[in-house]
């Protein structure tokens, strides 16, 4: 199975600051045939099912605010919110997508500093 | 609107059984691959299993497997988790949710509280 770790496991971060975080994957997620990495990040908010913010790596899902932004490849990604608003407090997850059992990562709880 | 709505939850005593349903509108049901994920209290996502659009293809967990079944009814727009031998693990909040074109989950339902407990 893929292990997916992020880092870290709880962020702080001020209203209108930056906020990143990193995602690791065992092995890579990068499938060849399209030159896509299939990792996934979602947000998930207190009594609320997850929500898909980016796919591919990088591809931000139709409704989700610029100010949510994925890079990286192949083993290494970042998920970052370039200004940080109230309602983004949540927990947020990776995903690889690459192979079953398509495992998350543990989580980062993200909150306002 | 796409909506997808867990059914079936509930309270069941170790090595009972429980079947889940997942019911799908404002989409073509019959072309979207199914997963099921589930959540424990207070801890994170973890993938289940998922159903092919025809129904003719079906991967599960290590967890799941040999003790849960996923099917699908493309007439009735519904997705079963079939859930037998269940244990104190088990316990978590039951998702079904479609997969897109990059293979991420894009729209969830509410999910189902299953809790296994004597």
């Known amino acids: 199975d893929i292990v997916m770790t992020q880092s870290p496991d709880s962020l702080a971060v001020s209203l209108g600051e930056r906020a990143t975080i990193s995602c690791k994957s065992s092995?890579?997620?990068?499938?060849?045939?399209?030159?896509?990495?299939?990792l996934a990040w979602y947000q998930q908010k207190p009594g609320q099912p997850p929500k898909l913010l980016i796919y591919?790596?990088?591809t931000r899902e139709s409704g989700v605010p610029d100010r949510f932004s994925g890079s990286g490849s192949g083993t290494d990604f970042t998920l970052t919110i370039s200004s940080l608003q109230a309602e983004d407090v949540a927990v947020y997850y990776c995903?690889?997508?690459?192979?079953?059992?398509?495992?998350f990562g543990q989580g980062t709880k993200l909150e306002i500093k | 609107e796409v909506q997808l709505v867990e059914s079936g939850g509930g309270l069941v005593q170790p090595g009972g059984s429980l079947r889940l349903s997942c019911a799908a509108s404002g989409f073509t049901f019959s072309s979207y691959w199914i997963h099921w994920v589930r959540q424990a209290p207070g801890k994170g996502l973890v993938w289940v299993s998922r159903i092919n659009n025809d129904g003719s293809g079906t991967t599960y967990a290590d967890s799941a497997k040999g003790r849960f079944t996923i099917s699908r009814d493309n007439a009735k727009n519904t997705v079963y988790l079939q859930m037998n031998s269940l244990r104190a693990e088990d316990t978590a909040v039951y998702y079904c949710?479609?997969?897109?074109?990059?293979?991420?989950?894009?729209?969830w339902g509410q999910g189902t509280l299953v809790t296994v407990s004597s």
């Open positions: 092995q890579s997620v990068l499938y060849s045939s399209n030159n896509k990495d299939y």
């Open positions: 591919w790596a990088s």
């Open positions: 949710a479609r997969l897109n074109h990059g293979g991420a989950e894009d729209y």
């Open positions: 995903q690889q997508c690459y192979s079953t059992p398509y495992t």
